[in-house]
């Protein structure tokens, strides 16, 4: 029978973005103070990127990791889980000129000032500037115009999240009140390394969503907002995990 991965949480670990007080006043600013969750675990075995269902089964029915991460508890029942939907999530970007392309679909003003449009709402959520209609207003003639090769980027999943907010949300009107903020959370979450002969930096890390299924979910009715993120960090064989569940004004 093939050895099941132990985690140990490490309860020191230094998110020194995240936990700083400018940005934890921002998360609350945003909506996220009391629905949001980061922490880090070791984990004992070398992780194989070309089987990561096992990790991940063996993380959601780990003893450790359940005791500390709450979230996982209320997805916990009588008999170990079997079976977990997920994706993996691509995690290739170390620059943020990747966000240029905001200014260039003219999402944001030279100045860096985001676009307003008239206020609508979608699944509680206040649209009121083209970022968010472009993310989440299906009528409008602009959803959707944001290429999937931004998309599909974790980078671009935590810009994302953090621009649309929580259930009560006092919304930004500079686009890098938003990117400042991004890049301290992916930097804390994300490892990368140096090419000796290159020197060309490389991300590391594989990122994956654990999914609402039958046999496992924590979120008893989903919302776009609600998610579960797991970081792998091979070399160090460290996991951070990434939650919001997201709870409206009412």
């Known amino acids: ?17 995240y936990n700083s007080r400018e940005v934890q006043e921002k998360l609350r600013k945003w909506g996220f103070s009391s629905s949001m969750v980061l922490c880090k675990f070791r984990f004992d075995l070398p992780f194989n990127e070309f089987e990561p269902r096992k990790f991940l089964l063996d993380l959601v029915n780990s003893q450790e990791v359940l005791s500390v ?13 079997t079976s977990l939907m997920f994706s993996e999530i691509r995690c290739t970007v170390t620059s943020m000129d990747y966000f240029d392309f905001l200014k260039e679909k003219e ?16 699944n509680d959520i206040e649209i009121c500037d083209k970022i968010r209609e472009v993310l989440l207003c299906e009528e409008s003639e ?13 980078l671009f999943r935590i810009f994302k999240h ?12 500079e686009i890098d009140e938003y990117l400042n903020t991004v890049k301290g959370i992916y930097k804390d979450m994300v490892a990368v390394s140096k090419d000796s002969e290159t020197n060309e930096v490389k991300v590391v890390s594989k ?11 924590v979120f008893l ?5 609600d998610f579960i993120y797991v970081i792998v960090d091979p070399s160090y064989r ?6 919001h569940k997201w709870t409206g004004m009412w």
């Open 69 to 81: 991460f709450y979230p996982f508890q209320a997805a916990k029942k009588s008999s170990p889980t």
């Open 1 to 17: 029978m093939e050895q099941p991965y132990t985690f140990f949480y490490l309860d020191k670990a230094v998110y020194s973005s």
């Open 107 to 122: 999402l944001v003003y030279p100045n860096g000032n985001i676009k307003k449009v008239l206020p609508d709402y979608y």
């Open 221 to 225: 009715n989903t919302h776009i907002q």
């Open 207 to 217: 990122v994956y969503e654990i999914l609402p299924s039958e046999e496992f979910n």
């Open 238 to 243: 460290h996991v951070n995990l990434w939650y």
């Open 162 to 173: 953090i621009a649309i907010g929580g259930g009560c949300c006092q919304y930004e009107d």
């Open 142 to 154: 602009d959803y959707g115009m944001i290429d999937e090769i931004y998309t599909n980027e974790f």
